[in-house]
C-alpha cells in the first residue's frame, strides 16, 4: 500500500531535549516536505527535498534541521526545541515536484513543555 | 511575501444546504490543488486545477479556477454529514517547489 510513514505519532518532551521526527515513504516519490499545523494558520512548509542531498528552506525553517540521505526518508530534527515548536507535524511526498499532488503522513503532535 | 487566503474561515450548514469556500492568492498561480482535511485526520488530495476558467465536477463537488488564475472556489452541493472537515487550497509558492497552504476552511454539518 502507497504510503507516507512518521514516527512518533505522538511526543511530549522537554524544552532543550533534542528529538527526530521520521518520515519514510514507499512510492519512490522524488519530493518530500515537511509541514506544521496551528489553528488558523494552516499548513505552513518547514523545508521541503527535491532529491537526495538537495533539501531547501520553506516558510518557516527556523530551530529546524533535515536531512536526505535516502530516497525515501526525510527526518525532521528539533536540535534544541522550544515551546514555540509544539505543533501538529505533517510529512509528505509528492512524484517529482511541490506543484504536484502531495500524499501526506498521519501526522505528529508534539508538545514541548 | 506570496499569500494565499480563504474565506470563510469557519461555516456551519444544515444537512442538505449548499456550502462555497473561495480562495484568493496575492500572485497569479500556474495551478492550484484542494486538499480535504477530516477531524483528527490528515490532508487528502482532492483535485488539481492548472487552467484559467477551468471547472472540475467530482460528484457533489465543483472546483473553479479564475480566468486571472488568483482565486479558485470549491462548492458542494447539497452538504452531508460526510463532507464535515477542513478544506484547503494550495498552490505555488514565488518558486515552483516552494508551495502555499491557505489557512483552510472549515465545515461543519448538521444532521
Known amino acids: 500500500e502507497a504510503q507516507v510513514t512518521q514516527n512518533p505519532r505522538y511526543l511530549i518532551t522537554v524544552t532543550g531535549k533534542k528529538l527526530t521526527v521520521t518520515c519514510s515513504q514507499n512510492m519512490n516519490h522524488e519530493y518530500m516536505s515537511w509541514y506544521r499545523q496551528d489553528p488558523g494558520l494552516g499548513l505552513r512548509q518547514i523545508y521541503y527535498s527535491m532529491n537526495v542531498e538537495v533539501t531547501d528552506k520553506g516558510d518557516v525553517p527556523e530551530g529546524y534541521k533535515v536531512s536526505r540521505k535516502e530516497k525515501r526518508n526525510f527526518p525532521l530534527i528539533l536540535e534544541s526545541p522550544s515551546p514555540n515548536q509544539t505543533s501538529l507535524y505533517f510529512c509528505?511526498?509528492?512524484?517529482?515536484?511541490?506543484?504536484?499532488?502531495?500524499?501526506f503522513g498521519d501526522g505528529t503532535r508534539l508538545s514541548i513543555l | 511575501g506570496q499569500q494565499v487566503m480563504q474565506i470563510p474561515q469557519y461555516q456551519h450548514v444544515q444537512e442538505g444546504e449548499d456550502f462555497t469556500t473561495y480562495c484568493n492568492s496575492s500572485t497569479t498561480l500556474s495551478n492550484i490543488q484542494w486538499y480535504k482535511q477530516r477531524p483528527g485526520g490528515h490532508p487528502v488530495f482532492l483535485i488539481q486545477?492548472?487552467?484559467?476558467?477551468e471547472v472540475k465536477k467530482q460528484k457533489r463537488l465543483t472546483f473553479q479556477f479564475g480566468e486571472a488564475k488568483k482565486n479558485s472556489s470549491l462548492h458542494i452541493t447539497a452538504t452531508q454529514t460526510t463532507d464535515v472537515g477542513t478544506y484547503f487550497c494550495a498552490g505555488p509558492g514565488t518558486s515552483y517547489d516552494k508551495v502555499i497552504f491557505g489557512p483552510g476552511t472549515s465545515l461543519s454539518v448538521i444532521p
Open positions: 486545477l492548472v487552467k484559467s476558467g
Open positions: 509528505a511526498s509528492s512524484l517529482r515536484r511541490g506543484s504536484e499532488p502531495q500524499h
